[in-house]
């Protein structure tokens, strides 16, 4: 924008806009937690079945009078909800229920975006940024990816920042700290019980998170025993105990998480790493073409990884294991015909 002219309104299109996470996620955005003071046009792309639901959260909006909020447009056709969209939350899937790991979900939702990849490649707007967020997210963002070859790969990514602050607010707590003291936790791979939440270069008010640990769980051994045993799994395994205690999948921290993950790649992270799952080129042995979550930082024109941390044989196994868990779930849609 030239000096003095008001800043353009930002296309965001939601799919899934009717649904949970959808309702967590609109208001917020329409209220300026996500770009800031930019005005923003929504598009709330769903399936005939969720139109209502969709419909209802729209005159709600209307109801808000938020001065940020430009236009709400409602539609079951993904190029309409697509078109000239700058950045594209593809929310809309089924979530698992209890007993059901996100994988399989695979056939049930890989299924729809691939085309949405296609309608994005077809009508987005060209600085098109787009992130995953139904599941398997890595998986889906991948296939939406592939679907979308004139738009660079590097511009979709699927959502681990809930693991990352899920990983932050558990760090936070065992050592006393507030979360915003807490700084570097990375969550490697995938968005499963196979990712690897790692605090090995992490600081808490400054000092080596391990130290830190250390000092309060009675020495290094004992630090390394909480990390393996009670945080790693936790963190991976919270959305399990979200579903298990709620009774539905989370919401409205899946909807803070995307809401974070597109300001911090729109605003700048500044020098501060976060988590995101974006393609992987290679970088720490990550098998290349696959979407896989690593310590990532924006400059406010998109999220690049972080190179150059060292990894130990701890950290090594475990980010190939779920890394190799991505490329088992590239296999399978292979197999299925959808990539
Ligand atoms: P929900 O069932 O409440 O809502 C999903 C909405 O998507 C529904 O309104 C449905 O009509 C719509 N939908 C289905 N197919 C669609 C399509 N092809 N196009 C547009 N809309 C479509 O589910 P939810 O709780 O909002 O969760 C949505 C997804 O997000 C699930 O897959 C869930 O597992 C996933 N999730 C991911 C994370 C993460 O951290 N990555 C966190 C929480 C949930
Ligand atoms: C989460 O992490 O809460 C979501 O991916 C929902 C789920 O199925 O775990």
Redo the contacts with the bound molecule.
């Keep these: 924008a030239t000096a003095g002219s008001p800043p353009q309104p930002v296309t965001v299109t939601i ?2 806009a ?5 309702y967590a996620l609109l208001f917020r955005i329409a209220a300026g937690a996500m770009l800031g003071d930019r005005p923003v046009r929504l598009r709330l ?3 005939p ?2 139109m209502k ?1 969709a419909e209802g959260a729209a005159l709600e909006l209307q109801d808000c009078a938020l001065h940020l909020l430009r236009s709400v447009d409602i539609t079951d056709d993904a190029r309409s909800g697509f078109e000239g969209a700058n950045i594209a939350m593809l ?6 229920t209890a007993g059901m790991e ?1 994988a399989d ?1 695979l056939s049930a ?1 890989a299924g ?1 975006f691939g085309p949405q990849g296609a309608a994005l490649n077809a009508v987005a707007a060209p600085d098109i940024r787009v992130v995953v ?3 398997p ?1 890595n998986t889906n963002a991948l296939i939406a990816a592939a679907s979308a070859p004139d738009i660079p790969g590097e511009r979709f990514a699927a ?1 681990t920042r ?1 693991d990352h602050d899920r990983a932050v607010g558990q760090l936070a707590q065992a050592a006393g700290a507030s979360p915003t003291d807490v700084r570097g936790v990375t969550i490697w791979g995938n ?1 499963s019980a196979t990712q690897f939440p790692d605090v090995d270069h992490a600081l808490i008010a400054g000092r080596p998170a391990r130290d830190v640990l250390s000092e309060r769980l009675g020495g290094p051994g004992a630090a390394l025993a909480w990390l393996d045993d009670e945080f790693v799994p936790r963190v991976a395994k919270r ?1 399990a105990e979200i579903i298990a205690v709620r009774g ?4 409205a921290s ?1 909807a803070n ?1 995307a809401i974070s993950h597109v300001r911090d790649s729109v605003l700048g992270t500044g020098d501060e790493s976060v988590s995101a799952a974006v393609l992987s080129h290679g970088e720490y042995g990550v098998a290349e073409g696959i979407y896989s979550s690593f310590p990532v930082t924006s400059d406010g024109t998109g999220y690049r990884i972080v190179e150059g941390l060292s990894l130990d044989d701890r950290a090594r196994a475990r980010i190939d294991a779920s890394a190799s868990e991505i490329v088992a779930e590239r296999d399978a849609v292979r197999a299925l015909g959808l990539l």
């Design positions: 799919t899934g009717g649904g949970q996470i959808g792309l769903e399936v079945q969720g639901a929310v809309g899937a089924r979530p698992r996100r979900l939702n729809i967020v139904g599941n997210a959502l809930l968005h959305g539905s999948s989370s919401a899946a998480a």
